[in-house]
């Protein structure tokens, strides 16, 4: 079945440290891929998406390419801020499906 | 538009009480998510309905949960003779779906902490 598969964190950066966030998926149809950020005590809000190959999604300053032939949406950012401390989710959906399939997430922490 | 609410945002009960979380959808959209996540875990699908109708239930969701959506507004998820493995937190999302497709945005709300002691 479809899947998707994150880095595990946590990830522990310095303020304006480079981030890279890995995220690798399988699905047997052509899938969208989102990143959501859930901050503590709250629910996930979309970062952003990419809908086919080669889409890149950005967003306050994150960017994801959708990468077919490696089946891969690497979160990055170039200069990370404390305020983006919170987990990263990645996640596809299928056309023709009705539910989102999440990883297990990555616990970001960035130290001042 | 005041996004996806969900109330109560916590909920302590005793093992084999009943409990109830109610999501409230962003106004007009048809398609409205259950999902329950565990710490450390992303977000796993329980169920889905477009409009009023249920359209499908994970294996997650066994015979004592119960969600439902009247006339496809606001949606009710109900858990009877909680078990402490049912401590989660259960999310609640929607969406617009004119057509299938796999870009569509689901919309989260902040979620139900439940914690069964």
């Known amino acids: 079945g479809d899947s998707v598969t994150q880095m595990e964190g946590p990830v522990t950066l310095s303020e304006e440290a480079f981030l890279t966030i890995n995220c690798t998926y399988t699905?047997?149809?052509?899938?969208?891929l989102f990143w959501y950020v859930q901050y503590p005590g709250e629910g996930l809000q979309l970062l952003l998406k990419?809908?086919?190959?080669?889409d890149k999604g950005s967003n306050k300053g994150f960017e994801a390419t959708y990468r077919k032939e490696t089946t891969s949406f690497h979160l990055e950012k170039g200069s990370v801020q404390v305020s983006d401390s919170a987990v990263y989710f990645c996640a596809l959906s299928t056309s023709g499906t009705y539910k989102y399939i999440f990883g297990t997430g990555t616990r970001l922490k960035v130290l001042a | 538009d005041t996004g996806v609410s969900q109330n109560p945002r916590h909920k302590i009960t005793k093992r084999g009480q009943n409990v109830t979380f109610r999501c409230d959808p962003i106004?007009?959209?048809?398609?409205l998510y259950w999902y329950r996540q565990t710490l450390g875990q992303g977000p796993e699908f329980l169920t889905y309905f477009q409009n009023e109708a249920q359209l499908e239930k994970s294996r997650l969701l066994s015979d004592r949960f119960s969600a439902e959506r009247p006339k496809g507004s606001f949606s009710t998820l109900e858990i009877q003779r909680t078990e402490q493995g049912d401590s989660a937190m259960y999310l609640c999302?929607?969406?617009?779906?004119?057509?299938?497709?796999?870009?569509?945005?689901?919309?989260f709300g902040e979620g139900s902490w439940l914690t069964v002691v």
């Open positions: 999302a929607s969406s617009f779906v004119r057509t299938e497709y796999s870009g569509n945005t689901i919309y």
């Open positions: 106004s007009e959209h048809n398609r």
């Open positions: 699905a047997t149809g052509y899938p969208s």
């Open positions: 990419a809908t086919k190959a080669d």
